[in-house]
């Protein structure tokens, strides 16, 4: 019910934007001709503008015919969707239903300023609406905070509970805002679960990579199979499962996820797909032609992961579907490349690193890189934001990390302990030994730093260049590793016995003993996740954990250095 008025909220801090998200669908109706629809649907965009306008929202049609505002006050983004919907019931087109009209309001706070935060709100915002019925309005649980002291008369909320949304960031309650002028409560019919897919739900949200993901979604509506490939925790995966989200009304058969590093034998990759598209293969029939017939009818999309452990059966399996399957889309990602008839081969870049952070203050001039590292290591302590005194480190930082993404996030999980500055120091002292000279008899350029020794004929040029990315990663990992715990380094270590992804309850029943009781693995666990060193992922009824390949192979390796190797990897084969 309604709890305050205006007033409760006249103060609005900086950095705040509540955003409303609306759409207007023609919807087919008998006797009445396109034109006159798509008349109507116009018009109800105009009142839907200027209800916007009246309450001081800035308002933006997209090409799409999406309508966007912004507003500095939630009260006056509720209003102003109260009364478009009001002016809708009243109309001619809205009598007779002839119109889907729904919207989304989200709000954000970021430390960046504004821009910043209208730009992760509309992006949010766009899916929360997607999932949207006709006549719903939908909030997320931060607008639903500031929206509650504010709500216009004869309006509540109601809790539709956690939802996960198609762009597979971490869920947040969802809240329907009810009105004499908008449709009564009911599930939201477009979010995730209502989609045939496997993808994750994420537990950290996804910074940047728009550029990519726009030539990803082009590139596939040609080519029947793109290979990302990239160095380790470059970001090749959560690219691939960002690009499935967006595309899932696309196909109608689904976008399914197959970790090929999990599988235990080459010869079972055709079955671990079968199995993650929820396909049952006859008995006795070879598995290769068995899965292109089941799936030869069908349009999906299928994201092929870590290849690199069986590379010539993901090819041959890659090939047979592409032969035999034309509606199946195939997005494979691995370390080295991957060559099949037809497929694309796209490089992974890292994250860009501004190169004048000086020029501005907003945290997007620094690059994605800043961006990401300032995200995870507010995820890590909310209080952090750059400073006059702590911007130049962080740029340094990132750029010395080379914005490889999972170098990234794991430095920046130490923020709460370890100030920037001498976390850039920290860093820099573990990757120093590490760099390499370049010698060259050649002539000198102004990017090479010259020695001349006395009697030399000619000059020797000489370049320091840093480790490479697979260098600098490893060396990451034994620096985070060696700031842990001992119970953590314990758990880590046991951990990389599982090849793919496991449950707290199977991470307790394996990795539990000695020194770890069974009582504390979850703490543990949380405390690796908290390092970067855990990946979680799905709807908190049904969490699931993994470790990146990287460092499943570091956990690996320390584990097999120690006495207990055998035990731990026989208990795990047995439990799998």
Not at 31 to 50: K, T
Not at 288 to 302: K, Q, S
Not at 323 to 328: E, K, R, Y
Not at 540 to 551: C, E, I
């Amino acid at each position: 019910g309604r709890t305050g008025g205006r007033g409760a909220v006249s103060g609005w801090p900086h950095g705040m934007t509540t955003v409303v998200c609306a759409d207007v669908r023609p919807l087919a109706h008998p006797g009445i001709s396109p034109e006159v629809l798509a008349a109507a649907a116009e018009h109800q965009r105009r009142l839907f503008q200027d209800a916007c306008a009246a309450r001081s929202g800035r308002v933006q049609l997209e090409n799409s015919g999406v309508l966007r505002a912004e507003f500095a006050r939630a009260g006056d983004a509720l209003a102003a969707v109260v009364a478009a919907m009001e002016a809708y019931r009243q109309a001619a087109w809205g009598r007779r239903g002839l119109l889907a009209v729904r919207a989304a309001i989200q709000t954000m706070r970021d430390a960046a300023g504004a821009d910043a935060a209208s730009r992760r709100a509309l992006t949010r915002a766009s899916y929360l609406l997607e999932s949207a019925g006709a006549g719903q309005v939908l909030l997320s649980a931060s607008a639903r905070d500031l929206a509650r002291f504010c709500l216009p008369a004869g309006a509540t909320l109601h809790d539709l509970g956690e939802q996960a949304l198609r762009d597979l960031e971490p869920p947040e309650r969802v809240y329907q805002l009810l009105h004499p002028a908008l449709a009564a409560a009911s599930p939201p019919p477009g979010t995730l679960s209502s989609y045939p897919t496997n993808l994750p739900v994420c537990s950290t949200p996804l910074v940047g990579r728009e550029r990519e993901l726009a030539e990803l979604q082009a590139l596939l509506a040609t080519a029947p199979v793109v290979v990302l490939v990239g160095t380790a925790g470059v970001g090749k995966t959560r690219l691939a499962l960002r690009l499935a989200g967006m595309l899932l009304p696309k196909y109608p058969d689904g976008c399914w996820l197959v970790s090929i590093d999990a599988v235990a034998k080459g010869p079972a990759v055709p079955q671990a797909v079968a199995a993650a598209l929820e396909l049952t293969l006859p008995a006795g029939t070879e598995a290769v032609p068995a899965l292109v017939a089941a799936l030869r009818a069908r349009r999906l999309l299928v994201i092929l992961d870590h290849c690199d452990p069986w590379l010539a059966e993901s090819a041959a399996l890659i090939t047979a579907l592409r032969a035999g399957c034309p509606d199946v889309r195939v997005v494979a990602t691995c370390r080295e490349p991957l060559r099949v008839p037809g497929g694309l081969l796209w490089p992974v870049p890292a994250l860009s690193v501004g190169e004048h952070p000086s020029s501005s203050t907003g945290l997007e001039a620094y690059g994605e890189a800043v961006e990401l590292f300032c995200a995870r290591a507010q995820a890590a302590l909310p209080a952090f934001a750059l400073t006059g005194r702590s911007t130049l480190p962080a740029v340094q930082l990132c750029r010395r990390l080379d914005g490889l993404p999972l170098a990234l996030e794991l430095v920046a999980a130490w923020t709460p302990l370890v100030p920037i500055e001498r976390l850039l120091a920290l860093i820099d002292e573990r990757l120093r030994p590490l760099q390499r000279t370049l010698r060259l008899e050649d002539r000198p350029s102004q990017f090479l730093r010259v020695r001349v020794t006395a009697g030399a004929p000619d000059p020797v040029v000489e370049r320091e260049l840093p480790p490479s990315r697979e260098q600098m990663l490893r060396a990451i990992l034994e620096w985070s590793y060696g700031q842990l715990a001992e119970p953590e380094r314990l758990l880590l270590r046991r951990l990389g016995a599982f090849r793919g992804r496991f449950t707290a309850m199977e991470a307790q029943v394996m990795a539990s003993g000695g020194r770890l009781a069974p009582d504390d693995v979850a703490v543990v666990l949380a405390e690796l996740q908290a390092r970067a060193l855990v990946v979680r992922e799905g709807m908190p009824s049904r969490l699931r954990y993994h470790l990146l390949p990287p460092v499943r192979q570091f956990a690996r390796e320390r584990l097999q250095a120690t006495a207990e190797a055998g035990a731990i990897l026989a208990r795990c084969q047995a439990a799998s």
